[in-house]
């Protein structure tokens, strides 16, 4: 017999629950909290528009958030019809159960594989084989290949939420299975689909080791794809592991932390627009 009665135990699970809450919050705020304050006093516009001195000792880092950037674009290009595609290909087309959990554990494999690996990929094939060099476009290659598997899981997992009503009121009005998909299923699924996108455009962003082999290593700004660039990750782990500067490696990864919260803000604020205009408020 339980001494413990039904209330007592919820009264322990609510306790625990909101402490794991709590506790979450809390590292997010430490860590995020002691970046800021070690990296704010070095960011100001000098520091944003300026050119590094001295391989970063000095100076600003203008030309690597202009590499940042590419690389991110280039990445959501390439990864993002890929991973909707095969979404829409495992929600809407496959049948054959074989084949959806060989896609399914090819994705779950590509997601949990270190992003090193990738990097070295990326060296090898990129670089050396399709000879592409150190260039932006090979560090944007290599990330496509690292968002993919998180653009197409969230994308799936949206797709396959959408009410079977929609599609079938579509249907009932003659439209053709691509006309459903592409006029009903897909604006449902939107919201879904930029959250999705946005979290593999962060995680990419962030990435130091996957494009470390690829990008080379120019303290220049980028101008076209082909040229080899220092993205804002590569250059903090520069920064910090050959001691150039820990003052700018702070105010580069102040940056780096402010890109991805305004990123992450705007993203939740257009899909809660878009949500609230599909439901009509």
Do not use: C
């Not at 994705?107 to 000879?131: K, N």
């Not at 080899?228 to 940056?255: F, K, Q, W």
């Not at 990123?263 to 627009?273: A, H, K």
Request: cysteine-free; aromatic content about 10%.
């Amino acid at each position: 017999m339980s001494i413990m009665t039904p209330k007592t135990s919820q009264k322990i699970m609510n306790g625990i629950f909101i402490l794991s809450g709590i506790a979450t919050l809390l590292i997010l705020i430490i860590i995020l909290g002691y970046i800021l304050i070690k990296g704010l006093p070095v960011v100001n516009l000098d520091f944003l528009l300026g050119e590094p001195i001295d391989s970063g000792e000095a100076g600003g880092i203008f030309p690597m958030i202009i590499s940042s950037i590419y690389v991110v674009l280039i990445a959501a290009i390439i990864a993002t019809p890929l991973g909707v595609g095969a979404a829409i290909y495992m929600s809407e087309y496959a049948t054959n159960q074989k084949i959806i959990k060989f896609i399914r554990f090819g994705s779950e494999t590509l997601a949990s594989i270190p992003s090193i690996v990738f990097g070295l990929f990326g060296l090898a094939f990129f670089v050396v084989f399709l000879q592409l060099g150190w260039s932006i476009l090979s560090a944007g290659l290599v990330l496509a290949i690292m968002a993919i598997p998180t653009i197409f899981q969230v994308a799936e997992v949206t797709l396959t939420s959408i009410p079977e009503s929609y599609k079938e009121g579509s249907y009932g009005l003659g439209a053709t299975k691509w006309q459903t998909i592409y006029s009903v299923v897909l604006p449902a699924a939107i919201p879904g689909i930029i959250t999705g996108i946005i979290l593999a455009m962060t995680r990419a962003i962030s990435e130091a080791a996957a494009v470390m082999y690829a990008v080379g290593s120019a303290l220049t700004v980028p101008i076209s794809i082909f040229d080899p660039g220092r993205p804002l990750p590569l250059h903090l782990y520069v920064l910090a592991t050959e001691g150039i500067s820990l003052d700018n490696a702070y105010g580069t990864a102040a940056v780096l932390v402010i890109i991805v919260l305004i990123l992450t803000i705007i993203t939740n604020f257009v899909v809660d627009r878009y949500q609230r205009k599909m439901m009509g408020r």
